[in-house]
């Protein structure tokens, strides 16, 4: 299931704050709201993990996730599913997807235009 | 204003162990044990404490002075990661400057057993649980990864200049006893066929976590006097905690802001320096050091690593002279307490591993706590050998 991209974003200075807080971290407003948000983003670093913490990825290693800046902002960590080898400054396109652990989580895709 | 009139003295290491079924209070008492050994002082001449620990929970700062029956007129709890150990020592230098302890014990101290390290990890901070852990990327490997995989493409550095690093300090711990790898040689070639953890990390770029304690003692120059023992001294110390910071990948730590700033209080440079300890929890974030504290310029850490001899034998600068972290293990919040016992320890002739040559004055520095994709804590001080 594919959702569209939503982030937290605060009524009074219109900053977009993520990971998802309880006051803006700019302004310190308590009206956060999570709105609708483009999914377009730039790849900033990225890494295959081989080990995990987390026991639903113990069976799927080695996993690739990502940083990822969305063109509104924010840097995220978010799973990486590309068609390539991953480059520096790729841009990527983020939605939010049902993952392998049944959470709605942001999946990293590669735009189409930049895939080979 | 400056810390002068404050001593920094009893350097004491408890043991390192791979894991322990022993509780973080042991390794406190055996720590404040060893305080007392060496500075020939008894339990009820301590009046401040100030200690960290990660495993301590559900016990805190009190019920360590409780436990151990301490009569405390002053008391601090630092949950600043690999930061914790310069930092206690700042805060307790203040605490003696203005008289609200005769004597302060500055303690990290760590257990470890087969799941304590991934319970904490696995429940670190809001922003971890939220937004890095849904991803697989619970601890710091996965954020540390990242940072490094920056870094190389950024500056062009290579595994071979990581492995520089992390060789030369094993190298120095194998004269260290207490280092957990002193009789592990470690090659290039190991280095760089060693399992991937995280990539770009592999094996020899990760700390082994464990269980041990660092800890000193802060007091008047003149009780450090009267007592004839050894001391250093703190030229200058600087923290910063949760710098500001467009970067989506930091390429640098606190240290880069106010790097300038702790020399000029010293009066000091970067070349005026016989020694560096710093926080090596990942080569990428020594690689920060060296540059943030101006030991190189931005980017040319590699051409730094590459081309300065930073043993225990060097002329210039010795670099984690026990072996670091890297080698030696990271005991918790007792890691960041690491640097300041080995500098302490070379400026006061105590050393575990080799005497290196030159102790006139150093650098010690920390680094800590990764609340979502970076660390937010950074300090360093300038140590001095104190003059009797």
């Not at chain 1, 790729?90 to 392998?100: A, G, K, W, Y």
């Not at chain 2, 050894?230 to 240290?255: C, F, Q, R």
């Not at chain 2, 972290?325 to 302490?344: D, H, R």
């Amino acid at each position: 299931m594919v959702d569209k991209l939503t982030l937290q974003k605060c009524a009074d200075c219109a900053t977009f704050n993520y990971p998802p807080r309880e006051v803006c971290k700019h302004c310190l407003s308590v009206e956060l709201t999570e709105k609708n948000v483009s999914g377009m983003g730039v790849l900033k670093s990225w890494t295959e993990l081989h080990h995990s913490f987390e026991p639903e990825f113990a069976n799927e290693l080695p996993w690739s996730i990502g940083l990822v800046t969305l063109d509104v902002g924010p840097t995220i960590i978010t799973h990486l599913l590309l068609a390539c080898d991953p480059e520096h400054g790729m841009p990527v396109e983020v939605s939010i997807e049902t993952d392998i652990a049944g959470r709605n989580t942001f999946h990293a895709h590669g735009r189409k235009e930049t895939q080979k | 204003m400056n810390y002068n009139g404050v001593a920094i003295t009893c350097p004491t290491t408890v043991t390192y162990q791979r894991s322990s079924e022993k509780g973080a209070q042991y390794f406190f008492g055996q720590a404040l044990r060893g305080l007392l050994k060496r500075s020939g002082l008894i339990k009820s001449d301590i009046d401040g404490l100030c200690l960290s620990s990660f495993t301590l929970a559900p016990d805190t700062g009190i019920s360590v002075a409780d436990h151990l029956g301490l009569e405390l007129s002053w008391l601090e709890e630092l949950r600043l990661g690999g930061a914790s150990g310069v930092i206690s020592m700042k805060r307790a230098a203040r605490a003696i400057q203005n008289g609200d302890a005769d004597i302060v014990a500055c303690i990290g101290a760590e257990t470890n057993n087969p799941g304590s390290f991934s319970d904490l990890v696995s429940n670190f901070s809001r922003f971890s649980n939220d937004a890095a852990h849904p991803y697989g990327a619970a601890g710091p490997n996965a954020v540390f990864a990242m940072t490094t995989r920056a870094y190389m493409e950024e500056y062009g550095t290579t595994a071979e200049d990581f492995g520089r690093l992390c060789l030369t300090q094993r190298l120095n711990s194998h004269h260290n006893p207490n280092a957990l790898m002193k009789d592990k040689p470690l090659s290039m070639q190991q280095y760089l066929n060693a399992r991937t953890v995280a990539d770009p990390l592999r094996l020899f770029d990760c700390v082994m976590p464990c269980a041990g304690a660092e800890a000193f003692l802060v007091m008047s120059t003149e009780r450090a006097h009267s007592l004839e023992l050894p001391y250093s001294t703190i030229a200058s110390a600087k923290e910063l905690h949760n710098p500001v910071s467009d970067e989506a990948v930091p390429m640098s730590g606190g240290w880069s802001r106010f790097g300038s700033q702790l020399y000029q209080e010293a009066s000091y440079g970067p070349s005026d320096m016989n020694f560096l300890q710093s926080y090596d929890d990942y080569p990428v974030i020594v690689f920060h050091q060296f540059e943030d504290l101006g030991f190189c310029e931005k980017g040319k850490a590699s051409e730094f690593v590459r081309n300065t001899d930073l043993s225990v034998d060097s002329d210039t600068l010795a670099h984690n002279s026990s072996g670091g972290q890297l080698s030696c293990g990271q005991a918790g919040f007792a890691g960041g307490f690491l640097t300041v016992t080995e500098a302490l320890r070379q400026q006061q002739g105590c050393t575990l591993g080799k005497q290196i040559k030159h102790t006139d004055r150093g650098v010690v520095s920390g680094f800590g706590m990764v609340n979502y994709d970076r660390g937010l804590c950074s300090a360093a001080a300038i140590l001095e050998k104190g003059t009797h």
